[in-house]
T-cell receptor, first 118, second 114 residues
């Protein structure tokens, strides 16, 4: 079983500044993946970044990076140089790597609404 | 770029009616999923489908729900005898075979039960 907790219902940041969104998780899986998805007002779910739990190096994707602390079960998302287009709901999610024959669905947190102040 | 497509984008149905939500996954993907998002709440896993059978389902996915891959390209979610609380956004997703691939989501179908 997996649980994902996002303790920040809403965050606000000035355009061009840096913001960090928090996520903690719990899992019984030995190998798993962690994800951040973005959901803009169109409500489409868009993958932002992915982290394999067996990798120590934090994933980076352009202005987006994560701080993965495996022992603490923490997976925060840092957005640098925030842009107006970054305004959206951000969901943290996890998935087991091998359970269910690899077919496990994602477990999502409740989301953080990110507001970008111009 | 390949994408997951869902139809219709919005469906309104009378309580008690049956609805079928349709999805066309990315063509070379082998894992298929349905998720539900009630307005203002988190996205919840409903069911995963692989090799023409259900791999995993959540407690939400009861006898009211069924999935099918009727023709090798479409992936459908049928909801029988809809209830008001079935009103939600329903997302289809697909994923490739390799363990480290991510799921790609469709744009969603907004189901409104009146």
């Amino acid at each position: 079983a997996q649980t994902v907790t996002q303790s920040q219902p809403e965050m606000s940041v000035q355009e061009a500044e840096t913001v960090t969104l928090s996520c903690t998780y719990d899992t019984s899986e030995s190998d798993y993946y962690l994800f951040w998805y973005k959901q803009p007002p169109s409500r489409q779910m868009i993958l932002v970044i992915r982290q394999e739990a067996y990798k120590q190096q934090n994933a980076t994707e352009n202005r987006f990076s994560v701080n993965f602390q495996k022992a603490a079960k923490s997976f925060s998302l840092k957005i640098s140089d925030s842009q107006l287009g970054d305004a959206a709901m951000y969901f943290c999610a996890s998935r087991g790597m091998y359970s269910g024959g690899g077919a496990d669905g994602l477990t999502f947190g409740k989301g953080t609404h990110l507001i970008i102040q111009p | 770029e390949p994408e997951v497509t869902q139809t219709p984008s919005h469906q309104v149905t009378q309580m008690g009616q049956e609805v079928i939500l349709r999805c066309v996954p990315i063509s070379n993907h082998l894992y298929f999923y349905w998720y539900r998002q009630i307005l203002g709440q988190k996205v919840e896993f409903l069911v995963s489908f692989y090799n023409n059978e259900i791999s995993e389902k959540s407690e939400i996915f009861d006898d009211q729900f069924s999935v099918e891959r009727p023709d090798g390209s479409n992936f459908t979610l049928k909801i029988r005898s809809t209830k008001l609380e079935d009103s939600a956004m329903y997302f289809c997703a697909s994923r490739g075979l390799r363990y480290n691939t991510e799921a790609f989501f469709g744009q969603g179908t907004r189901l409104t039960v009146v």
